[in-house]
T-cell receptor, first 115, second 115 residues
Framework: DTEVTQTPKHLVMGMTNKKSLKCEQH?????MYWYKQKAKKPPELMFV???????INESVPSRFSPECPNSSLLNLHLHALQPEDSALYLC??????????????FGQGTRLTVV | AQSVTQLDSHVSVSEGTPVLLRCNYS??????LFWYVQHPNKGLQLLLK??????LVKGINGFEAEFKKSETSFHLTKPSAHMSDAAEYFC?????????????FGTGTRLKVLA
């Protein structure tokens, strides 16, 4: 199984709602990532979890709250979002081995629309 | 910090003609480099990766890339374009920082294939 599964595929939420994005992988990868991608732009890194601990937060607003309950799961909790947060949210995982040239595996993304 | 520069934001080719998508990297040591493809409203798929075992890397769907240290380049090529190759292509470098690895994307090249 070389898949990263993201749910839901589409999400529409109001600015006062609370919702969560979910990501799951069963490749035994110990690094997991959240990226945000606006239309016609490259993915931008938001968070990195390494061995279930938050390693990198790229100065993301607190209305985005990541969580890594175990080595296979990654959540992104959303609260009080703004319309400009509408984007494709991509989850990825990798082996995070020292050295080597390990690639990241990406999910299909969640298309988020904030109204 | 490492970075990659994709020299063309848009490339148009006719079906059956060669494809060249250009990428330059900045790194003081042997980088981990990747090419990913993204079809409209889809996630990211790995085309190929540089592993330092060989400078000419073969990937999926007939794509190749050549690592040239003297030119700090990792250009993506394909001998004959197919309509299904129309997509966004990202050159990516993997960087070690804050005790973990992150994947840094170039700005992307949109490939258009003309019938």
């Amino acid at each position: 199984d070389t898949e990263v599964t993201q749910t839901p595929k589409h999400l529409v939420m109001g600015m006062t709602n609370k919702k969560s994005l979910k990501c799951e992988q069963h490749m035994g990868h110990r690094a997991m990532y959240w990226y945000k991608q606006k239309a016609k732009k490259p993915p931008e890194l938001m968070f990195v979890y390494s061995y279930e601990k938050l390693s990198i937060n790229e100065s993301v607003p607190s209305r985005f709250s990541p969580e890594c309950p175990n080595s296979s799961l990654l959540n992104l909790h959303l609260h009080a979002l703004q319309p400009e947060d509408s984007a494709l949210y991509l989850c990825a995982s990798s082996q995070d081995l020292g050295g080597g040239h390990t690639e990241a595996f990406f999910g299909q993304g969640t298309r988020l629309t904030v109204v | 910090a490492q970075s990659v520069t994709q020299l063309d934001s848009h490339v148009s080719v006719s079906e059956g003609t060669p494809v060249l998508l250009r990428c330059n990297y900045s790194s003081s040591y042997s980088p981990s480099l990747f090419w990913y493809v993204q079809h409209p409203n889809k996630g990211l798929q790995l085309l190929l990766k540089y592993t330092s075992a060989a400078t000419l890397v073969k990937g999926i769907n007939g794509f190749e890339a050549e690592f040239k240290k003297s030119e700090t380049s990792f250009h993506l090529t394909k001998p004959s374009a197919h309509m299904s190759d129309a997509a966004e292509y990202f050159c990516v470098v993997r960087e070690f920082t804050s005790g973990t690895y992150k994947y840094i994307f170039g700005t992307g090249t949109r490939l258009k294939v003309l019938a």
